[in-house]
């Protein structure tokens, strides 16, 4: 069996007039995030780190900011677009877990429909989605509710000589 990890990490700022989308999942509050796509952080953050396990670059290097073509895009296209990369190359995913850093708005609320989402997104089961929350105790830009950071963690695993590199 082979073993891969990968790390990934994503800010986006606050802004009006936007919807605010983590891990696929609209989220009710005043402000959204903002972007050339839809900016949800913690999806962007989990495309990186499948890319990084596979190393095949980075969501910008897929998804280029200067493409018309993602401008307001949903990112769960991305995450489709990633998964079928691990697929092709005979992985699949053993678990994710996210942290998402934000100072508001309250996200436990939510937290079993962003893993649901995420395993739909996945095709895996949600037990091994893990989404997490925290603020920073009102340091630094997300304590400052300037916007939304998220941490994200994958292993993936496939039989030996199960696909190409
Ligand atoms: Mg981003």
Same mark, same amino acid.
């Given at each position: ?79 489709? %677009? *990633?998964? &079928? +990369?691990? /697929?092709?190359? $005979? ?60 941490? %994200? *963690?994958? &292993? +993936?695993? /496939?039989?030996? $000589?199960?696909?190409?590199?």
């Amino acid at each position: 069996m082979e073993f891969r990890v990968g790390i990934g990490f994503d800010a986006h700022r606050f802004a009006p007039n936007r919807n605010l989308k983590l891990c696929g999942v609209t989220i009710p509050y005043e402000l959204g995030l903002i972007g050339h796509s839809d900016a949800d952080v913690a999806l962007h953050a989990l495309c990186d780190a499948l890319l990084g396990a596979l190393s095949l670059g980075d969501i910008g290097q897929h998804f280029p900011d200067t493409d018309p073509r993602y401008k307001d895009a949903d990112s769960s296209t991305f995450l489709l %677009a *990633v998964m &079928s +990369l691990v /697929r092709e190359r $005979g992985w699949q995913v053993n678990n994710v877990d996210i942290t998402i850093i934000a100072q508001a708005p309250k996200l436990s609320p939510y937290r079993d429909a962003m893993r649901s989402r995420l395993a739909e997104l996945l095709g895996v089961k949600a037990d091994v989605v893990s989404v997490k929350a925290t603020t920073t105790d009102q340091m630094g830009f997300v304590g400052r509710k300037e916007g939304i950071a998220a941490i %994200a *963690v994958v &292993s +993936l695993t /496939r039989n030996e $000589g199960g696909g190409k590199r």
